[in-house]
């Protein structure tokens, strides 16, 4: 149903994404710069530490990106040249660039249609002896299939960059795999503007990654890089991190009055409310998505296809029918802490009126 002529009910732009940011981030960052060390430091040390401590792991090693986090992550799992990475289409080009980074190749799997997550099935049809690791993000916030991709028996790295602070079996995400990734870019569930975390099973993986990070005093010489974190990220992220539960409490709020709010539409919601973190409230159109989201962009509503192209299709190959089919149907509405209920309610009316 599309109505001509709806009234605007706002003249305020709703973000798509936002920060939840405050005083006590503000004033962190406040201490770091008036205690003059601003580039890694001992902020950086106590951020790792609190962040394994939340996670219930040992070793967690901070990096400049979720992208940084995957590069360090499969060069200290040994992946390089010859061998193959599966990972799916349906996600960021972070995951293709940091398997190409390290000279492997990049092997393109399809998604399950309900949770948009890598298909256990079809993920097992493409493992040859040359698969070293499969990347396995938690899109949208909802754990994928990890009892089934354990069984694969290759080795798995979470890619946790949409899902921090969510479970699997409650058991926090990131505690599955060899190794796990995080992002904490600033439109993600935590945000430190840009920055990354590692934690593993190993604490061999995490040492590699410590002496891979920063190209500094180092004896032995080999290829480096400059991944670091700062202490005025570390310390915006010690303050998100103390904020995460309440963080994922408030999305978990919206997603629910979205549900209600939308369940008269002929429309497909993301599965399994209670363990989902809502990093993104997708909506499943039975048609393309691409109209309803340019409308409702034009009426102050940021909308955006959660995934902006399928892999494969920079491939130009074919074969990804589901992958296609979320891309085309798929939309993201607002969702984060901050966005307040009158806002969830404006989102709500003007999605309905534009269906
Ligand atoms: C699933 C996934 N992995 C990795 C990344 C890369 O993280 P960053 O932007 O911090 O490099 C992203 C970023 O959007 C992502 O969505």
Known sequence: MVMANTPQISDTFIPHSRPSLGDDEAQAVAAVVRSGHVAEGEVVGRFEKAFAKKMGVQHAVAVSSGTAALHLTLLAMGVGPDDEVIIPSYVCTALLYAVQYVGARPVL?????????????DVEKRITRRTKAIIVPHMFGLAADLDRLLKLDVPLIEDCAQSVGGT?????LGTFGEAAVFSFYATKVMATGEGG???ARSPEIIDRIRDLKTYDQKKANRVRYNYKMTDIQAAMGEVQLGRLDDFIARRRNIARSYIHGLKSLAIKFPEDPDQHIYFRFTVG???DCEPIIERLVDQGIGCARPVFLPLHRHFKMDGYPLTDQAW???????IYPSLADEAVNQVITRFISNI
């Open 328 to 334: 085309k149907t798929i939309l993201s509405i607002p």
């Open 168 to 172: 699997y079996r409650n058991k926090p």
């Open 285 to 287: 159109l039975n048609a």
């Open 109 to 121: 799997a399809e998604i399950a249609p309900h949770t948009y997550n890598l298909d256990p099935g």
């Open 197 to 199: 975390m590692v934690v």
